[in-house]
């Protein structure tokens, strides 16, 4: 066994510190501004009823690959802890048939990336409707938040209401049982390992896509809340009693939504 083998059989640890070093990476990356020309910082402020807020001067007009960047590389920060359960468990799967340290590797990189590669799927559908919401002046044309209390009170009753269907239910339960999901839909090889990613992130994004709609209420770029919808996310998909707080906070969402048209 070389040195290298013996590295990457410490599998664990260089499995969590690869993780985290890509979304630390991300998180700068959305810090420095994304390549939108303003600092996260300058784009982050704390309200409950964003449209009420006074719209900052001027405005940004990113390139649509910029906008679908930025998304994307939000969405890696925020949806890759996320993931790490089924990645660690797979690994240690592979391991225990026998795969080589670097094989188990190479496989597990396949895996993440079937599944931020369903997450650039999502990017550049959000990307398009800020492509949208942007020019009709439903969003701030400069700090990304939503200038309608119409608007806010839909996304947020949509967001609360998605919280008890049944699709929201059933992607959950896959998203809190990473072993029940690789028995149902194990896959061999580099390709079956990237296809099972993506799988699993069809089912993320079937989880959370009306949550992550909620960043065009508060601020595409407002950290607070992308930082709050991350460890929303976290806790529903990962810690014990996660769903129940999921349906908790469909209550908040809805009650939130009524506020915003009478404030």
Not at 61 to 70: C, K, R
Not at 76 to 100: D, E, F, K, S, W
Not at 101 to 123: C, E, P
């Amino acid at each position: 066994m070389t040195p290298f083998d013996v590295w990457l059989a410490r599998e664990r640890a260089v499995t969590l510190l690869g993780m985290a070093a890509l979304v630390g990476l991300c998180w700068f990356y959305l810090w420095t501004g994304a390549g939108t020309g303003m600092s996260a910082r300058e784009m982050t402020t704390v309200a409950l009823f964003p449209h009420r807020l006074v719209d900052g001067m001027g405005s940004m007009d990113p390139s649509l690959p910029t906008v679908i960047a930025m998304w994307w590389v939000m969405m890696i920060a925020m949806m890759t802890p996320g993931a790490a359960p089924l990645v660690m468990l797979y690994r240690r799967v592979l391991r225990q048939h026998g795969n080589g340290a670097a094989g188990s590797a190479f496989t597990s990189v396949a895996l993440l990336a079937g599944y931020l590669t369903t997450w650039l799927a999502f990017s550049i559908g959000a990307a398009l409707l800020q492509a949208l919401l942007q020019p009709a002046g439903l969003i701030s044309a400069m700090m990304l938040w939503s200038k309608s209390a119409l608007l806010s009170a839909i996304v947020l009753a949509l967001a609360g209401l998605y919280q008890f269907s049944p699709m929201k239910r059933a992607c959950l339960r896959q998203c809190r049982a990473p072993a029940a999901f690789l028995v149902a839909h194990w896959r061999p090889g580099i390709a079956g390992s990237f296809l099972l990613g993506a799988r699993h992130g069809v089912v993320c994004v079937g989880c959370c896509w009306l949550l992550m709609a909620l960043l065009f209420v508060g601020g595409v770029m407002n950290v607070v809340w992308i930082v709050a919808l991350s460890l929303f996310v976290f806790v529903e998909k990962v810690l014990p009693g996660g769903d129940r707080i999921g349906r908790a906070l469909g209550v908040v969402l809805i009650v939130w939504a009524g506020v915003t048209l009478i404030v």
